[in-house]
């Protein structure tokens, strides 16, 4: 039978290159985004360019009703929840001196409770499953390494990496694996639009670029096939060197 997989934020970006290539591995696909035009477009296209089973979620994915819909959606049509990449995420700007409650709630509530709710209820489904399952998050080199007007979402972030950590005792029984994924300045849709980005991260990231989103959604399969199956409560950081030097992207 094969194997099914959960993922958020795949409208665009990181998350549609991650549903991407799990598709082209034979996985069939929940996917979601809290935008229903980018993740029912990005379903249809990958279904037709893998011919792989997809099914979009659109809506947004810290909403327990939406989480609850994504789970059924998996088990109901594919028989099995197998993986489960928790990766929407959203960033509000602002400096730590004067940043609002309203914004620190809303980064916490998806970044944080969204992820660890999915999480949840993707491991109540696993631990009764006789292969368990593997879990991501995406986490960031922001919860590695100080970046100006951040600090609520570094903090988010690196939550993330202790959860994935802190798992590890109450789901490895199960079978059940827990990592994330930390990428550093990546060329997405988003950070296209910003003219200096790419030359501005060639020039301080050791390997002379910025990631592809590709090369995030590789580390991402990998990280959830049974090739890493010894691998669980590890961030892997995708930053092509950046974090291990870390220059400043502001001087």
């Not at 922001?142 to 570094?154: G, I, K, M, P, R």
């Not at 059940?176 to 296209?192: D, E, H, K, Y």
């Not at 930053?239 to 502001?250: A, H």
């Amino acid at each position: 039978m094969k194997k099914s997989a959960i993922i958020t934020g795949a409208g665009q970006g990181i998350g549609l290159a991650i549903a991407e290539k799990l598709a082209s591995l034979g996985i069939n696909l929940v996917i979601n985004d809290i935008e229903a035009g980018l993740v029912e477009k990005a379903a249809k296209s990958i279904a037709n360019k893998f011919g792989t089973q997809v099914q979009a979620v659109p809506g947004d994915s810290s909403d327990p009703s939406v989480i609850d819909k994504l789970v059924k959606s998996a088990t109901s049509r594919f028989g099995s929840l197998d993986i489960v990449v928790a990766n929407a995420g959203i960033t509000l700007f602002g400096g730590f001196l004067d940043y609002s409650r309203e914004d620190f709630r809303e980064v916490t509530r998806v970044n944080q409770e969204g992820s660890f709710f999915l999480c949840q209820a993707a491991a109540n489904i696993m631990k009764n499953q006789t292969g368990g399952g593997a879990i991501l998050f995406t986490s960031s080199v922001t919860a590695h390494a100080s970046h100006e007007n951040l600090a609520a979402y570094a903090m988010s972030k690196a939550a993330l990496e202790m959860l994935s950590k802190n798992l590890v005792l109450e789901l490895s029984p199960f079978g059940i694996r827990v990592n994330t994924v930390a990428p550093g300045a990546t060329l997405t849709t988003r950070t296209s639009l910003d003219p200096d980005y790419e030359g501005t991260w060639s020039n301080i990231t050791p390997l002379g670029r910025p990631a592809s989103i590709e090369d995030i959604a590789n580390a991402a399969a990998f990280l959830v096939s049974e090739e890493a199956r010894h691998i669980t409560g590890q961030t892997l950081i995708i930053d092509g060197g950046w974090t291990s030097v870390s220059p400043s992207p502001y001087s």
